[in-house]
């Protein structure tokens, strides 16, 4: 159904902390089981990434005839959420600061956004495997906030992508490899999934995985203002 293997989403979801009426608007373009979660949470941050999230996969999917609100959501085994009545249909959101992302494919797919902050260096000694740790190390001082977060959105992004969730410890695979990101990443049923760092203005990084099933792997970006 979609022209090319992924489309991502963005947009910058600050103004619904700002602007209720927004919110509730937005809340009526989602399915009833996502309005539950969110209803009356509207001075809530994470609630407002979460509904500006969603609220871009019912625009991403208006072009194909699609309405969101009336799509039966389930979740996987380890909550990966999918459209009950469309599983060919993949999808995943993420939230950080003030943005929100979700990522629209024809494959399996994970995305991961994540506003750069302090106090990264404890993670990566607990969650980060012995090369990403070593490439790490080998980074100027300047450039290893950037770059911890970047493998950080990467190896979510593939563990979203396969749909496991915490299930696979952190550091058990590793997403560097000659001390950078790698392109491609095969998990233990031998399928290839293959990593997309998006640039981003501003404090943010962002990487998208899917799973690679032909050379072509091509990913659009569009941008979207909810407020609008």
Known sequence: MIQTPAKLYLTDAGALTEEP?????????????????LEGREESGPACLS???????????????IRLSGESISFGP?????????????????????????????????????KLSPGWERISR??????EQETLALTPP???????????????????????????????????????LIRELRDPEGRAFSFYKVE???????VCCLQKVSEEGLLQLQHIDLTS
């Open 21 to 37: 009426a927004l919110f509730s608007a937005l809340l009526e373009k989602l399915p009833a089981c996502i309005r539950g979660r």
């Open 51 to 65: 509904a500006a999230a969603w609220s871009l996969l019912a625009a991403a999917l208006e072009p194909y005839g």
């Open 78 to 114: 380890k909550g990966k959420p999918f459209l009950t009545d469309r599983p060919e249909l993949h999808f995943n959101l993420s939230h950080s600061g003030r943005r929100a992302i979700c990522l629209l494919s024809d494959v399996e797919c994970g995305c991961d956004i994540q």
């Open 126 to 131: 607990l969650f980060f495997a012995q090369e």
């Open 142 to 180: 300047a450039e290893r906030m950037a770059l911890f977060y970047e493998i950080w959105a990467a190896k979510e992004s593939y563990l979203k992508a396969r749909g496991t969730g915490i299930a696979v410890p952190a550091g058990s695979f590793s997403v560097c490899g000659n001390g950078r």
């Open 200 to 206: 981003q203005s501003g404090a943010y990084a962002c």
